[in-house]
Nanobody, 126 residues
Framework: QVQLVESGGGLVQAGGSLRLSCAAS????????MAWFRQAPGKEREFVAA????????DYADSVKERFIISRDNAKNTVYLQMNSLKPEDTAVYYC???????????????????WGQGTQVTVSS
C-alpha cells in the first residue's frame, strides 16, 4: 500500500505560480510512476503531467506544456508540480497518483494508477 498526501494548493492571481507537492509513504516509492490529474467543477478528471520512476519519461497535457514542470525526489519520496503562468482555467482540485507497477505503458492514462491522494484545491483568479 502507498499513501499519498498533496500540499501546496491555494488561491493565486492569473499569471502567478504555485508549487504542489505529493509525499508518498508506505511501499517503496522509487518503483512507481507518479502523476498529477485535476478535476474542475462539473468536469471530468483530466491528466496534467506524469513522470516515470527514474524520471526518464515525462508527459504533459497540451494545455499545460511550457507552463508546468513535474519532477521527483525519490530520496524524499516526493513528486512536485511547478505551475507557472497560471490561468483561471487551471482552477481545479489537483490529485496525485502512483502506479504500483514498475513500468507504466501510458503515463497519461488514469487507469494505470493504483493509488490516489485526497487532492488539493488550486484556485486562479482573473
Amino acid at each position: 500500500q502507498v499513501q499519498l498526501v498533496e500540499s501546496g494548493g491555494g488561491l493565486v492571481q492569473a499569471g502567478g505560480s504555485l508549487r504542489l507537492s505529493c509525499a508518498a509513504s508506505g511501499d517503496t516509492f522509487s518503483t512507481y510512476a507518479m502523476a498529477w490529474f485535476r478535476q474542475a467543477p462539473g468536469k471530468e478528471r483530466e491528466f496534467v503531467a506524469a513522470i516515470s520512476w527514474r524520471g526518464g519519461r515525462i508527459d504533459y497535457a497540451d494545455s499545460v506544456k511550457e507552463r508546468f514542470i513535474i519532477s521527483r525526489d525519490n530520496a524524499k519520496n516526493t513528486v512536485y508540480l511547478q505551475m507557472n503562468s497560471l490561468k483561471p482555467e487551471d482552477t481545479a482540485v489537483y490529485y496525485c497518483a502512483s502506479d504500483r507497477h514498475q513500468f507504466t505503458p501510458r503515463l497519461s492514462n488514469s487507469n494505470e494508477y493504483d493509488y490516489w491522494g485526497q487532492g488539493t484545491q488550486v484556485t486562479v483568479s482573473s
